[in-house]
């Protein structure tokens, strides 16, 4: 991640900020440019080139239609889009949810009981999102399917990434259901406080989609099925506290080897 310094911000953007602002980096981000502004609760990101922008915009679409769904995502504050240095430049401000991402908890939390309802809690969270109606204007125009749009929005994922996108949409119905989805359910992505899950965070990816696909970043970063022996029957049982169809059911138990409660 390219560090984010207080006098590279543009004057729109420290408009939206306190005078004078301080950043400090967090521990987290990738494709991004992030930091936090000391003092108040307001984080920066800045997205370079014609992708990376384009996702930002994207983001901040997302947070904005969803603003009044009731999932636990940040407050946009502001998005500006500039040219700068023959470089497409996208900077989006956000409010900063409190606490740590779950999996750095997870790092240190070596109580089985204790990692069993974390992943109860991811797969409540999980239901929320895929229960939560899909606005309008999050809706794709063109003609192309869900997975043939994530695949050009992620080619530079790993080849794991792309074989998932692949099995999945290999393994759909012709007439799956597409729900909302967060589009990069990592554990990194979840915000944790106390006992209790603060927010997700990263809604670049959000958008109409094929809930298996959160399912299963949400059991593994990587796309892979080798999950901790407890972690995908604890998410199906928090998972299932929402309704869910049962092609989703099946793909979890096919796929994780245990059964959905009730």
């Known amino acids: 991640m390219e560090p984010l310094h207080a006098n590279e911000l543009p004057e729109v953007v420290r408009s939206w900020l306190p005078a004078d602002p301080s950043l400090e980096l967090p521990s987290q981000g990738t494709s991004a440019s992030v930091a936090f502004v000391v003092g ?19 983001e ?5 239609e969803l603003a009044g769904s009731g999932l636990p995502i940040p407050t946009p504050i502001g998005l500006h889009v500039r040219e700068h240095q023959g470089e497409r430049e996208a900077w989006l401000c956000m409010s900063r949810l409190p606490g740590e991402p779950l999996q750095q908890r997870l790092r240190r939390e070596h109580d089985p009981d204790a990692r069993r309802g974390w992943y109860v809690a991811v797969g409540e969270l999980a ?54 989805i967060h589009g990069d359910l990592t554990l990194d992505n979840v915000l944790i406080e106390d006992d209790v899950i603060t927010g997700v965070i990263d ?19 990587d796309g892979d099925t080798a999950v901790e022996p407890g972690a995908a029957a604890a998410f199906l049982g928090g998972y299932c506290a929402g309704p869910i169809s049962k092609e989703l059911r099946r793909f979890v138990e096919r796929t994780y080897r245990v059964r959905a409660p009730g």
């Open 40 to 58: 108040a609760s307001i984080v920066v990101k800045r997205m370079r080139g014609a992708v990376d922008s384009s996702a930002a915009e994207w």
């Open 60 to 64: 901040h679409r997302v947070l904005v």
């Open 127 to 180: 239901a929320r999102i895929h229960g939560t109606p899909i606005p309008d204007a999050l809706r794709p125009t063109g003609p192309l399917k869900w997975f043939e749009r994530v695949l050009r929005r992620t080619r530079r994922a790993t080849e794991r990434m792309h074989a998932l996108v692949t099995r999945l949409a290999r393994d759909s119905s012709p007439h799956a259901l597409e729900t909302l």
């Open 203 to 221: 809604w670049s990816g959000g958008g109409p989609g094929d809930p298996r696909y959160d399912v299963t970043l949400a059991l593994s970063a």
